[in-house]
Structure formats: structure tokens, C-alpha cells
């Protein structure tokens, strides 16, 4: 029988790993959000695992949305980021918190956090679960990240390569003839 995990080349965060620092990002936004009933929006599809953890740690009033933008194709961005679902609700003057699986290029954030701006929101903060500084393009950076991640494409705990691989519970990186 083929599993998922046949594909990948070595673990980078296991998934008790991961568990422990979302609790612990999920407590600090807690405290920092206390009597601001925040709304979460998380960025789909890559968001969903992370959002679903990180939210039962975040233990004040709050609520959430969700959000779906495209500018992936394979491993590489196309740099054009389309909208593919907005948010409903208005925002105005609420705290919102934009939830992302990884801050890479930037440009999805960038662009996200611009377009959200003008509806005037109270605040913006990002929360990722990975980062990548060391490809960043565009002006943004996380207000709250779980960890940092060299420069190698990831796959696992909701992040995908073609749709596949996000059910994989812990972070990976794929076996190079994955690509080929
Ligand atoms: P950015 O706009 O910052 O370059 O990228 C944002 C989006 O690109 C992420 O939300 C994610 O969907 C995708 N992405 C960037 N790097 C990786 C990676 O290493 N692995 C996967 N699976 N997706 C990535």
C-alpha cells in the first residue's frame, strides 16, 4: 500500500513539535487580544490544520472567517495573487488577525493585508505557522510566528505540493524525484 509519507525525504518539524509551539503562540495572542474579541481569518486551503489548532488555544472571546487566495502553481509563485473568496462580514474597526501556513515571498500577506487595509479595520496582525526570511520580496513580515524554516519548499499539516500531501501531520520536505 502507497502512504504519504513514502514521498517525503526527512521530517523538519514533528508534529509534537508543532503542537507545542501552536499552544504556545495560541496563549500569547490570548493574552495580547483579551477584551478585543478578535476575528481570525485564516487563508485557505494551507491555513486549515493550524487555524483548527491554533484556535482551541485561544481561550477569549473571538471569531472567524476565512479567506481563499491563489498565486501558487507547483513549487513556485506566480506573483499574481487572485482573490478567490472574500470576506462577508464588515470589518470596520475590528481587530483582525490574518492566519497563513507560511510567510514566504510575502507577496500573498503583502498584498492581503493592502487590500484588507482599506475597509478599516482597528488593526491588522499576521500570525504564521512557518517563516521564511530568507526569501522575502515584499515588505511584510509576522507578528506571531511558530518557527522559522530554511529555505526548502515544505509540504504537510495543510501546506500542499498539487493538492496533495496536506494530511500529512507533521512538516516535511518531499524526495526531489516527487518533482520530476
Ligand atoms: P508567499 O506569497 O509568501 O510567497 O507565499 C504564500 C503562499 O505560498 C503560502 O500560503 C503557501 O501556500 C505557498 N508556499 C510558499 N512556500 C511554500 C512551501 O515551502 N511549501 C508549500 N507547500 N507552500 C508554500
Redesign the pocket.
Same mark, same amino acid.
Given at each position: 500500500m502507497r502512504r504519504v509519507e513514502d514521498d517525503i525525504a526527512y521530517t523538519l518539524l514533528t508534529h509534537d513539535e508543532i503542537y507545542d509551539k501552536v499552544h504556545e503562540v495560541g496563549r500569547k495572542i490570548a493574552e495580547d487580544y483579551r477584551d478585543k474579541n478578535p476575528v481570525f481569518v485564516g487563508?485557505l486551503k494551507?491555513c486549515f490544520m493550524f487555524m483548527a489548532d491554533l484556535i482551541r488555544c485561544v481561550d477569549i472571546p473571538c471569531e472567524i472567517e476565512f479567506m481563499a487566495v491563489s498565486?501558487?502553481s507547483g513549487t513556485s509563485?506566480t506573483g499574481a495573487v487572485r482573490i478567490q473568496k472574500d470576506l462577508k462580514g464588515d470589518i470596520n474597526g475590528r481587530h483582525i488577525i490574518l492566519v497563513?501556513?507560511? *510567510? $514566504?515571498?510575502?507577496?500573498?500577506?503583502n498584498y492581503l493585508k493592502n487590500y484588507l487595509k482599506v475597509r478599516e479595520p482597528a488593526s491588522i496582525s499576521i500570525v504564521t505557522l512557518l517563516d521564511?526570511p530568507a526569501?522575502r520580496q515584499a515588505p511584510v513580515y509576522s507578528d506571531y510566528h511558530c518557527f522559522e524554516v530554511p529555505d526548502?519548499?515544505?509540504?504537510g499539516y495543510g *501546506? $500542499?505540493?498539487n493538492e496533495r500531501y496536506r494530511n500529512l501531520p507533521y512538516i516535511g520536505v518531499l524526495k526531489p524525484e516527487v518533482y520530476s
Open positions: 487563508v494551507g498565486s501558487y509563485s497563513e501556513d507560511i *510567510l $514566504d515571498s510575502g507577496i500573498t500577506l521564511k526569501r526548502a519548499f515544505v509540504v *501546506l $500542499d505540493y
